[in-house]
């Protein structure tokens, strides 16, 4: 059975099956949103980074949510929430919010071999 914490409103699960497949489908939307930005060039502004930067935890956080957070509803859900959210996110699903330089780092620790006596 799947671990949960209640925040608030809401209940943030482990991830199974379905919380795998949402997280795919929010990733999805988070790099369209990027996209986007990046189409506008030198266009792009401080607001279209801000919005960037306030939906760079949104996939992972909501994927294992339920009742189920819009991008929309995200950016109206206020920062203790979201903190609330997260934190029971990340402790019951960590590997989703492992960062890329601390991957890189796992696959390249050296391995330290033991001698052996002569």
């Known amino acids: 059975m799947l671990q949960t914490r209640r925040v608030a409103d809401y209940v943030v699960s482990e991830a199974g099956p379905l919380e795998a ?12 949103k990027v996209s986007a930005a990046q189409e506008k060039g030198d266009a792009a502004n401080d607001a279209d980074v801000e919005y960037l930067q ?5 996939a992972q956080v909501t994927a294992c949510v339920t009742p189920d957070i819009s991008v929309d509803d995200w950016m109206r859900t206020p920062l203790t929430t979201i903190t609330g959210l997260r934190s029971a996110a990340e402790i019951l699903n960590p590997s989703w919010f492992i960062v890329a330089s601390q991957q890189q780092e796992k696959k390249t620790k050296p391995r330290h071999k033991k001698s052996m006596p002569a």
Do not use: V
């Not at 306030?54 to 949104?58: E, F, K």
């Open 21 to 32: 497949a949402r997280l795919l489908r929010k990733n999805e939307i988070y790099k369209s």
């Open 54 to 58: 306030a939906l760079s935890i949104w």
